[in-house]
């Protein structure tokens, strides 16, 4: 039903296994010992979150945050807003930030400078989706699953107005749907 709106699959279901295994299995090699605290940004993190923990084999823990910058469709306001906070402490902790795309780098940037500002030992990024030519601040994610041009995407987390978070894959919406109403 979703997928007569997809104009184009970007990266599909099998394609994001193969990234979520690649990327977890270069985790657990480089935080050896660390026991690494993920953090997830909600709510686009979900889908990747869930599938790349699978693939890490360490003890880690993971954590949510709610953080959002876009408003109202598929521009960004430029003003990044914390609206559920931590429960925990990241002092001293090996932190990972979990994110499904980073685009301005804006809210990469908000998150990891307060992270480090609480004391984070060391605060990395990993993100199934990069998107370099969207950027206002620089920004470079040292975990990337894939680097897209500089199209607005949907789905396995990324949403157009709340909708397409569900899908399995990663796409770009026709445009009859951005003409609705
Ligand atoms: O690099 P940026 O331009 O800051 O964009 C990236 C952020 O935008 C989206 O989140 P959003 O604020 O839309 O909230 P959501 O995860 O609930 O969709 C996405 O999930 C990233 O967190
Ligand atoms: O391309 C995108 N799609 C959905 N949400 C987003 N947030 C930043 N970039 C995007």
Do not use: W
Request: hydrophobic fraction near 40%.
């Amino acid at each position: 039903m979703l997928e007569k709106d997809i104009e184009r699959i970007l990266v599909d279901q099998d394609e994001i296994i193969e990234i979520s295994k690649r990327l977890g299995k270069q985790i657990t090699e480089d935080y050896q010992n660390k026991k690494p605290l993920i953090i997830g940004l909600l709510n686009g993190c979900l889908p990747f979150l869930a599938e790349l923990i699978k693939h890490i084999d360490l003890y880690c823990e993971y954590e949510l945050m709610s953080v959002q910058s876009y408003h109202g469709g598929t521009k960004s306001v430029g003003n990044v807003k914390i609206t559920k906070d931590l429960d925990i402490s990241v002092e001293n902790r090996h932190v990972i930030i979990a994110e499904d795309i980073v685009d301005t780098g804006r809210t990469i940037n908000v998150v990891k400078d307060l992270l480090l500002y609480r004391g984070a030992a060391s605060v990395e990024v990993v993100t199934l989706l990069d998107k370099p030519a969207g950027r206002v601040e620089p920004f470079i994610p040292k975990y990337i699953g894939v680097t897209i041009p500089k199209l607005f995407v949907v789905g396995f987390g990324l949403d157009y107005e709340g909708f397409y978070r569900n899908t399995p894959y990663v796409g770009i919406l026709k445009e009859s749907v951005y003409n609705k109403d």
